[in-house]
């Protein structure tokens, strides 16, 4: 083969693999505020920066009527960055049908931890749950939990190959902690600290059903939003979710 032949060849392979890149949908967030205050511009400015994600916003009350089977096939994950207690028997019913038997995506921040008080099914679904009341769960005792702003402590990777933190190493992050939470055997640590104003795991997957379901704790403020390893864990988060992780 000539040069002019190998030169077309490589243009013909490199086309082809652009053509293939455009061709990959990217993945859609659904994320659901509402019931907690917290910095819009900077929150939404995580998302713009990550490439191969798209997001809408929806807002309570109106979000848990996202869960219809129609509206669900405008989004493959659903992101909580809410802090809500209002649900119908019917909008609880389809949310857990979303997940569990569809296998949409649901990457769970912070203070969502709180949501759902009342609805046992919710901290099965997300892993975990903070509650500001004594609760019993598996037969031991948690609550009052607590929170504190403006932390500073060293977020340990648990397992360097795991999707969601592939290549992570360790990194130095202030953010609000929770201490004292519940935490469910069924779930995989993904991060842990050692900082005696929180919880020892503050991030995890599992599944629940066909879903893939991921929380991560931190994400109160800009201070979380802005930094590079918090951005790459959602990230990784919603693409492993939404079942597209990077290889």
Not at 145 to 150: A, M, P, R, S, W
Not at 224 to 238: G, P
Request: with cysteine.
């Amino acid at each position: 083969m000539g040069m002019i032949g190998l030169a077309l060849l490589v243009m013909a392979f490199a086309d082809a693999e652009s053509e293939a890149e455009v061709a990959v949908p990217p993945v859609r967030a659904l994320i659901v505020t509402g019931g907690h205050d917290f910095e819009r511009p900077q929150f939404f400015a995580m998302f713009d920066s990550m490439s191969g994600i798209t997001w809408k916003e929806v807002v309570h009350p109106e979000a848990n009527k996202q869960f219809t089977p129609e509206a669900a096939r405008e989004y493959d994950v659903i992101v909580l960055y809410d802090m809500w207690q209002d649900i119908t028997d019917e909008q609880k019913q389809q949310f857990v049908q979303r997940v569990k038997d569809d296998g949409k995506g649901l990457v769970a921040l912070h203070h969502c931890l709180v949501s759902y008080q009342k609805w046992p099914e919710f901290r099965v679904m997300i892993g975990g749950q903070f509650t500001f009341d004594v609760v019993e769960i598996d037969g031991k005792k948690y609550g009052p939990n607590t929170f504190d702003h403006d932390q500073s402590f060293r977020v340990q990777i648990v397992d360097p190959a795991d999707p969601v933190t592939k290549g992570m190493t360790d990194f130095d992050l202030v953010d609000e902690t929770y201490g004292g939470y519940y935490v469910a055997n069924d779930v995989k640590p993904l991060l842990k600290v050692d900082h005696p104003k929180s919880a020892p795991i503050i991030g995890w997957s599992k599944t629940y059903g066909k879903g893939r379901v991921v929380y991560l704790q931190s994400g109160h403020d800009h201070t979380s939003f802005d930094h590079k390893d918090f951005r790459a864990l959602v990230r990784n988060a919603l693409l492993w979710t939404a079942a597209k992780s990077e290889k």
